[in-house]
């Protein structure tokens, strides 16, 4: 028996090349118990999670035909005459940084279709970093313990608008040229070391030479490495904290349903990054965008008609263009109140969507960890203050486009501009009124269906001659998620006095807490759900 077992070891086949480097690195690095403790991960399945996945795809997409980009652009201002394929440009004076984006247009093979590949997916990154944002601050995902995470998209948000700005000023055309003469403006409003940082940053007098040669790194380097950086911490966090769930039957705060992450949820995401960039090439392939030949190389003396910046920077040209021309003249000293006002409402006004989840768990006081979803008609003021910042978003929008508005609708821009300057104020604060107001109506809707059941549409005669429309009760999933949510007292400063008398001290951060805890969750703000004893009461006998 001993002679046959040495005689089976023998025979056993020697293990491959990629085994062998598999026991060698999992012999180095512990690969294979890092991969079987997170490859199975369980991630739910809804389509609002695809959102976050849109910005990753665009993102890579970026990074992809930017590196083709940069092997044939030159981040240059010295200025040349161009001699090239575009006819009616030739003999035209113009920055090598321009002539170069023009070979790549016409010269390069594929250049144009990578340069509005890249484009578009600038454009659909920002907007869906900003949806997916949404998505988040609707829902309440961001709450502990994902704060850090919410920082993180935040920052991912802005730094995509910073880098869209030096994208789309690099090749030194007439509309991105504007744009920067737009931004250098804004810089010389800073009271004090506006004029310093301006000469920083331009190495001189606008507009310089200097400008695109510092621009370029930034944008392809310096801003794309940080993002990339954070992109990474978001999903290590993600796949941490493991992902939320919307309420449903068997999710709670410690289970989740859903499939696993290899190999299903991986096919998944494989097959809708192929779709993602398929559509960004489709709309590169057939959708025109930023033809710098049609505009022309900048010159400092002329502006392109309607000009226009990316929808993500429209915003803070309506603050600046709505907002009144005052300034302030003083012991020599001029203060642009119209330019620097706006210019600092514009990081402000992403500052309150940055900083709304601390504000809410200083609130609240809610320390628990939170891995099931709201409902947002659950959440009726977070919910409005959302609405409230879309549409605030959305009027200065308008204002940023005042000219285009009044061009198209045949109407004064004047009363564009007071129109924006109006609802700057009036909007959100309807947005957020009716808001609330439809939350709450959704809410009641949401307790009459779970004590009275479906409406059916059949209609049933009874005895005594009356007519009844019959109601179907709910499944019981469908009353869990009904029903799921808490709805628990707002924070309190509690009695001034204690049992013995004595007045008990109250900060005034206490009492501005309790009364932002009452408005945001007290009673006001939700309808009551049904009691157990309620929903007995109304199925137990024939109530149709």
């Excluded at 005689?7 to 090349?17: D, F, L, Q, T, W």
């Excluded at 060698?24 to 294979?32: K, M």
């Excluded at 009363?415 to 300057?421: K, L, Q, Y």
């Excluded at 709450?440 to 949401?446: A, N």
Aim: proline share 7%.
């Amino acid at each position: 028996m001993d002679g046959a077992r040495s005689v089976n070891r023998k025979r056993e086949p020697a293990p491959g090349g990629g085994e062998r480097l598999a026991d060698w690195a999992d012999g180095r690095l512990g690969l294979y118990a890092l991969a079987k403790a997170n490859m199975r991960k369980v991630f739910p399945d809804h389509w609002s999670f695809m959102l976050g996945e849109v910005c990753l795809y665009s993102f890579i997409v970026l990074i992809l035909t930017g590196v083709y980009l940069t092997l044939f652009f030159e981040p240059s201002g010295v200025e040349v005459v161009y001699h090239g394929s575009y006819e009616p440009l030739n003999g035209v004076v113009m920055t090598r940084a321009f002539e170069s984006t023009l070979d790549i247009s016409f010269d390069v093979r594929g250049g144009l279709l990578i340069r509005q590949i890249h484009h578009w997916a600038a454009l659909v990154f920002v907007t869906g970093m900003l949806v997916h944002m949404m998505r988040v601050f609707f829902t309440g995902a961001f709450r502990k313990p994902r704060e850090l995470n919410w920082v993180f998209g935040w920052t991912l948000l802005m730094l995509g608008i910073i880098t869209g700005l030096t994208g789309y000023s690099l090749p030194d055309d007439l509309l991105s040229g504007t744009g920067i003469r737009f931004a250098q403006g804004a810089i010389l409003s800073v009271p004090i070391v506006g004029t310093y940082l301006s000469f920083f940053l331009f190495g001189g007098e606008f507009p310089g030479h200097d400008i695109i040669p510092r621009l370029f790194p930034i944008h392809v380097l310096l801003l794309p490495g940080i993002m990339l950086g954070l992109v990474v911490a978001h999903l290590i966090l993600v796949f941490y904290h493991k992902h939320t769930q919307y309420p449903g039957p068997g999710r709670d705060q410690k289970t989740v349903v859903g499939m696993p992450f290899l190999p299903v949820y991986m096919a998944k995401a494989s097959g809708f990054f192929f779709l993602v960039f398929g559509v960004l090439a489709i709309m590169g392939g057939l959708a025109q965008i930023n033809p710098v030949w049609a505009f022309g190389p900048y010159r400092p003396d002329l502006v392109t008609t309607g000009a226009q910046p990316d929808w993500y920077l429209g915003f803070s040209e309506g603050l600046i263009r709505v907002m009144p021309g005052w300034e302030i003249n003083a012991w020599g000293h001029t203060l642009q109140l119209g330019v620097f006002i706006p210019f600092s409402l514009f990081p402000l006004i992403l500052l309150a969507l940055g900083v709304y989840p601390f504000v809410e768990a200083w609130i609240t006081g809610d320390k628990r960890e939170h891995h099931i979803l709201d409902r947002p008609r659950n959440v009726p003021v977070r919910t409005g203050l959302g609405v409230a910042w879309l549409s605030l978003y959305a009027v200065l929008l308008i204002g940023g486009g005042n000219d285009i508005v009044a061009t198209h609708l045949h109407l004064s821009i004047n009363v564009i501009t007071w129109f924006v300057r109006i609802a700057v104020f009036v909007v959100p604060v309807l947005a957020f009124v009716v808001t609330k107001r439809v939350c709450l109506g959704l809410q009641r809707r949401d307790r009459d269906k779970v004590l009275h059941g479906r409406e059916t549409g059949t209609i049933k005669r009874l005895p005594h001659g009356e007519y009844v429309e019959v109601h179907e009760p709910l499944a019981q999933e469908v009353l869990h998620t009904l029903t799921q949510h808490e709805q628990n007292p707002p924070y309190e400063v509690g009695p001034l006095v204690d049992g013995n008398g004595v007045r008990r001290p109250v900060k005034v951060s206490m009492k501005v807490r309790a009364r932002l805890a009452r408005v945001m969750f007290g009673p006001e703000t939700r309808i009551p759900k049904p009691t157990v004893e309620e929903y007995r009461e109304v199925t137990s006998g024939d109530h149709h």
